[in-house]
């Protein structure tokens, strides 16, 4: 008999059976879309950006997929962190890590939401999301490094559980540098690179028109377009953070070759967006199983025979 291939990790202390599952975002929002994850075959479930209360988003349309991946501004439509609590409970039964994604619209806000869930045993880690390009008003707190700071600061006197942040992506060197040294200084359980590339323009040709109605058409862009950038951030935080930090890829993963990639990188653990609204939940099935054969075709046995190992020529 072949011994088994395991794509199996650990995340924030918790195991996975698989290292694939959903970015947050597409089809997390309500208790519907979030039991279909935590049926299907992804390795944890991770929830919709939540905030203080319930808000609608940004008016429709609001995201376009094209050939090449999508652009966004939902405007964080959701239904309020106490639902996204709450849900905790009916997550316990799935058998795989329930994480929470916290995106306040302010710092006291995202203090008040992370004391109130610090409470809930089935909530198995906080993703707090540094990264939204769609409010209005309200710039991206990753591309403030003493901003970023001073949040870290006021949420780690109060979060309980295990807590990771979802970072924009970074384009030059000394930025990687900067946002790595805010990060050394708390115990951050995991580092999720990258949010959409903010603020990107997708034109229709033909209506010579934007294709989104918020912003005049800005969004952020994800899928295909982005995975050299994805990949490029994994590399560098995982090069510059404590090996103690766990880093979850997320930018343009539609195969098993992008899952490797981004493991190759540095990545314990990937998560899928666009790929996953266009397929559904049989993206982490299948994804597995293009990875699996990827690693039985190399020889290796488990993430960690590859893990990091990218080589330079
Ligand atoms: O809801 C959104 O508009 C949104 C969020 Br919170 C985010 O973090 N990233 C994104 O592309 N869209």
């Known amino acids: 008999m072949p011994s088994p291939i395991l794509i199996s990790t650990k995340i924030a202390g918790f195991g996975l059976s698989s290292c694939l599952y959903n970015a947050s975002g597409p089809l997390c929002s309500d208790a519907d879309e979030l039991h279909a994850i935590g049926i299907s075959h992804a390795g944890a479930v991770l929830s919709k950006s939540a905030t203080l209360q319930e808000r609608q988003g940004n008016e429709e349309p609001r995201y376009v997929d094209t050939r090449w991946g999508s652009i966004n501004s939902m405007g964080l439509p959701n239904q309020g962190y106490e639902f996204y609590a709450r849900f905790s409970e009916q997550a316990k039964t799935y058998d795989k890590p329930y994480f929470m994604s916290v995106s306040g619209l302010s710092h006291d806000d995202n203090l008040h939401i992370i004391k109130e869930i610090s409470g809930f045993e089935n909530i198995a880690g906080i993703e707090l999301n540094l990264s ?14 003493e901003q970023s700071r001073r949040l870290l600061e006021m ?13 924009p992506p970074y384009f030059d060197m000394p930025h990687f540098e900067m946002m790595a040294s805010v990060l050394n200084d708390f115990p951050i359980s995991f580092v999720t690179c990258v949010n959409s590339i903010g ?12 294709v989104i109605k918020p912003k005049h058409g800005f969004g952020g862009i994800g899928g295909d377009f982005i995975k050299p950038t994805a990949l490029a951030n994994v590399r560098q ?14 930018g343009g993963v ?5 899952a490797f990639e981004h493991i190759l990188c540095g990545a314990s653990a990937v998560q899928i967006g666009t790929q996953f609204m266009r397929e559904g939940t049989g ?18 046995p488990d993430l960690e025979s590859f893990r990091g190992k990218l080589k330079d020529i």
């Open 155 to 167: 949420v780690f006197t109060e979060v309980k559980q295990p807590l990771g942040v979802k970072l």
């Open 237 to 250: 935080f995982y090069t510059l953070l404590d090996k103690s930090v766990s880093i979850i890829g997320c």
């Open 199 to 210: 603020n990107g323009l997708v034109v229709d040709p033909d209506l010579e028109s934007v």
């Open 254 to 258: 539609k195969t098993g070759m992008d």
């Open 283 to 300: 993206c982490f099935e299948r994804v597995a199983n293009e990875l699996t054969d990827i690693m039985r075709s190399k020889g290796y």
């Open 132 to 145: 939204c390009p769609n409010v209005p008003g309200k710039p991206q707190t990753g591309y403030d490094f």
